[in-house]
């Protein structure tokens, strides 16, 4: 997020990014191949794949979420409210 950004401007972009995945998603077999950039140096993987591991990101970016609220309001685990 840059200085000038405005909260609406990234959930704007965030529902643009959605809708184009969705679209990939429900036109491609979940067996097409595509390329995986970043860490995976351009692998050929299936759309499984890339499915999969965004689930296992968004996932570990949760617990990320988790850690941070749990040492704001001192609640850990499943049934520690009020």
């Known amino acids: 997020m840059a200085a000038d950004e405005r909260t609406k401007d990234i959930l704007d972009f965030y529902t643009r990014a959605r809708a184009a995945a969705d679209e990939a998603i429900e036109s491609l077999d979940i067996d097409a191949p595509g390329t995986a950039f970043a860490f995976f140096d351009g692998a050929t993987v299936s759309l499984r794949w890339a499915l999969i591991h965004m689930l296992e990101e968004v996932a570990r970016h949760a617990g990320h979420?988790?850690?941070?609220?749990?040492?704001?309001?001192?609640?850990?685990?499943?049934?520690?409210w009020g």
């Open 65 to 80: 979420a988790d850690i941070q609220r749990e040492s704001i309001d001192g609640f850990t685990g499943d049934h520690n």
